[in-house]
């Protein structure tokens, strides 16, 4: 027995609507302005010097269903670092150290992710730095997955991570007595979804559909323009 033509396209719709809209993971594009790069190493035993890399750019590929379908790729500009000196930053620049005129840029690309739980994962990839390459773990926290509050309101993504490398591993082992080798590396990330890239169980809501429209999204306030004033006809 046939059925009839629109009952059997109801039914594949049907079927289709059944399948998880989450089963691909999404893309993200790391947001420079609030993704942040900071290391702490021995100061010659008295402190821990400080300093941060701003602007850090990539793509976060990650489904929060599954953790171990992510993907990362991070380009982080070393001439960016900042300790808080001018004179500071340029020795730590120079040749014996960074060498940031023949290595202005380290990168970081994931190899493989052991999730822990619904929040956390360890993301284990290759950091190259200085020219070096070394397999680095990074101890990965997300901290939210939802949509921004403040325009344009896309899909972000937001981790916490933490991790440990030897400096003399990546050929960085000029002043000895007065560096440490240890180096702790804490990165702030914020990431937002690529346009027309699906997302898990994403819906679009009100705020998206007002911003892509052009109009402004409900519950954000807007600036009062003062009424034009009414004149007087002119005889």
Not at 15 to 30: E, I, K, N, R, T
Not at 54 to 81: C, L, Y
Not at 137 to 146: F, S, T
């Given at each position: 027995m046939?059925?009839?033509?629109?009952?059997?396209l109801?039914?594949?719709?049907?079927?289709?609507?059944?399948?998880?809209?989450?089963?691909?993971?999404?893309?993200?594009?790391?947001d420079?302005?609030?993704?942040?790069?900071?290391?702490?190493?021995?100061?010659?035993?008295?402190?821990?010097?400080?300093?941060?890399?701003?602007?850090?750019?990539?793509?976060?590929?990650?489904?929060?269903?599954?953790?171990s379908t992510?993907?990362?790729?991070?380009?982080?500009?070393?001439?960016r670092?900042?300790?808080?000196?001018?004179?500071?930053n340029?020795a730590?620049?120079?040749?014996n150290?960074?060498?940031?005129?023949?290595?202005?840029?380290?990168?970081?690309?994931?190899?493989?992710i052991?999730?822990?739980?619904p929040?956390?994962?360890?993301?284990?990839g290759?950091?190259?730095?200085?020219?070096?390459?070394?397999?680095?773990?990074?101890q990965?926290?997300?901290?939210g997955?939802?949509?921004h509050?403040?325009?344009?309101?896309?899909?972000t993504?937001?981790?916490?991570?933490?991790?440990?490398?030897?400096r003399?591993?990546?050929?960085?082992?000029?002043?000895?007595?007065?560096?440490?080798?240890?180096?702790?590396?804490?990165?702030?990330?914020?990431?937002?979804?690529?346009?027309?890239?699906?997302?898990?169980g994403?819906e679009?809501?009100?705020?998206d559909?007002?911003s892509?429209?052009?109009?402004?999204?409900?519950?954000?306030?807007?600036?009062?323009?003062?009424?034009t004033?009414?004149?007087?006809p002119?005889?």
């Amino acid at each position: 027995m046939r059925l009839p033509r629109q009952l059997f396209l109801s039914s594949i719709l049907l079927l289709g609507m059944g399948a998880p809209a989450w089963a691909a993971p999404a893309q993200y594009a790391l947001d420079p302005v609030h993704t942040r790069v900071q290391f702490a190493i021995d100061h010659a035993g008295f402190s821990k010097a400080i300093g941060t890399v701003s602007g850090s750019t990539g793509t976060i590929v990650f489904d929060p269903d599954d953790w171990s379908t992510a993907r990362v790729e991070v380009s982080i500009p070393i001439a960016r670092v900042d300790l808080g000196d001018a004179e500071w930053n340029r020795a730590t620049l120079a040749r014996n150290l960074l060498d940031v005129e023949r290595h202005p840029v380290a990168t970081f690309v994931s190899t493989r992710i052991e999730p822990l739980d619904p929040q956390r994962a360890i993301v284990h990839g290759n950091l190259t730095l200085r020219g070096e390459t070394r397999e680095v773990a990074l101890q990965v926290v997300r901290n939210g997955l939802k949509r921004h509050p403040l325009p344009p309101f896309r899909r972000t993504v937001g981790f916490s991570a933490t991790a440990a490398l030897s400096r003399a591993g990546f050929g960085i082992d000029a002043w000895k007595s007065v560096i440490g080798d240890a180096v702790e590396l804490r990165l702030e990330v914020e990431a937002t979804r690529s346009r027309g890239d699906a997302d898990a169980g994403d819906e679009p809501d009100a705020a998206d559909n007002a911003s892509d429209a052009g109009l402004p999204a409900p519950d954000v306030p807007v600036e009062d323009t003062p009424a034009t004033p009414q004149t007087e006809p002119t005889p």
